[in-house]
């Protein structure tokens, strides 16, 4: 960091340092001494005469609660993403303030990550598609999901088979950053976008794995269609929302997971295997390989006209248990909780802490939202896995590294 600071305007720093410490009432005296500096030091890097360190600085932006990156940035503020959500749709039973705290709360961490890119030089790769159109005259929103869906499932080389970890799909080969906070129970998620951050996810983490694989696809669909619009998925028995964009983003979701062809192949071997036509247990096996919900299996078994529709809802109305059955089954769970943070992230948080002069312990547990001793121990875990990744034939090389690919 100490790199950039030589090539910022100390007046300009200086101001920004001075209005941040007025602005939240600490003294001139006390912030000397919070750095171990005269108070002439702080008299002298207020007034750009005295450039400050990176190591003050630090300590600085931990003392009056600023960002480094906002501190350091001569020409602007990232815009806030929170504002596109003022006015949440209507008919929906949550507040506007919560759904406000919500869209803050995606902010926070998406500006986190960015600043942690700032600090240790390593920018994420966007690597998003032009905008698709989903309202086309004489095609419906249904189709133009299943379409977009395959244009998609193309573009990333996944071809028609299921996926195993969207979420490290979408932030490595999209660029997106991904949260799994705890929301309000009836939210899905939530999306929104700028040009600074990018595209920003939140997932409902209280929800069940599958419930939240379907939640992030689903906002991925408004990602690759209503780009600037910001979005929240609301979850209830009815369902998602009906205006278009919602029932584009659904489909969206139902073809981005569960593609015709690749379902219909693979419950075909399924049949073939035993020759007695479609069994519950098939159907059971299918959602836990393409990592959906068993409803949602079931659905889309009817929607391809697989299974008669209303079969779902004719096998709840007798009683079917799906988790119990998958345990007579012996079918372990495929999906397990995200963690709220990518790892991504928290490796780069290790990284700034690692710099020779890189942030403090203090501000390394805020970045990670966890008390210091919990954050100690995450550092000894991702330091670990960075040795096993040595000890494995990686080469550590620094994070922000450009790799160069022979032509």
Not at 189 to 215: Q, T
Not at 216 to 245: C, I, K, P
Request: with cysteine.
């Amino acid at each position: 960091m100490s790199h950039l600071l030589d090539q910022l305007n100390p007046r300009i720093i200086g101001e920004k340092l001075r209005i941040a410490r007025t602005t939240c009432g600490i003294r001139q005296e006390d912030a000397a001494e919070h750095i171990g500096v005269a108070r002439t030091t702080i008299v002298a890097m207020e007034k750009g005469e005295r450039r400050v360190k990176a190591r003050e600085l630090q300590l600085l932006a931990d003392l009056y609660g600023n960002s480094i990156h906002d501190l350091m940035d001569e020409e602007k503020k990232i815009v806030a993403l929170s504002p596109q959500f003022r006015s949440p749709p209507k008919g929906l039973n949550l507040a506007a303030d919560e759904i406000f705290h919500v869209a803050q709360e995606l902010e926070e961490f998406a500006k986190d990550y960015h600043e942690l890119e700032s600090l240790t030089g390593s920018q994420m790769v966007q690597r998003y598609p032009s905008v698709y159109r989903y309202d086309i005259p004489g095609v419906s929103v249904e189709l133009r999901g299943e379409e977009i869906a395959g244009e998609e499932r193309t573009r990333l080389g996944l071809g028609d088979a299921p996926i195993l970890d969207l979420r490290g799909l979408l932030e490595d080969s999209v660029g997106l950053r991904i949260f799994y906070p705890e929301l309000p129970s009836q939210v899905g998620g939530i999306y929104a976008f700028n040009e600074e951050l990018g595209g920003c996810i939140a997932i409902n983490r209280k929800h069940p794995p599958a419930r939240a694989v379907w939640s992030l696809a689903h906002e991925y669909g408004h990602f690759l269609t209503t780009r600037t619009s910001a979005d929240v998925s609301f979850w209830d028995e009815q369902g998602w929302g009906r205006n278009m964009a919602e029932r584009f983003a659904d489909a969206f979701a139902r073809n981005f997971l569960m593609p015709r062809s690749g379902v219909n192949r693979q419950l075909s071997e399924l049949v073939a295997l035993h020759g007695k036509g479609i069994t519950a247990a098939d159907i059971l096996i299918l959602s836990q390989n393409f990592r959906v919900s068993t409803e949602a299996m079931f659905r889309r078994l009817e929607e391809l006209r697989r299974l008669p529709s209303g079969t779902w809802d004719n096998l709840i109305a007798q009683k079917f248990k799906p988790e119990q059955a998958k345990k007579t089954l012996g079918l372990q769970p495929a999906l397990q909780k995200e963690p709220l943070l990518p790892l991504r992230y928290r490796m780069l948080a290790k990284a700034a802490f690692d710099l020779e002069d890189g942030i403090t312990e203090s501000q390394f547990s805020k970045y990670l939202h966890l008390d210091l001793v919990a954050a100690r121990q995450e550092l000894d875990e991702l330091r670990a896995a960075s040795d096993k990744r040595s000890e494995d034939g990686f080469i550590p090389f620094d994070i922000g590294t450009r790799i160069l690919v022979p032509a």
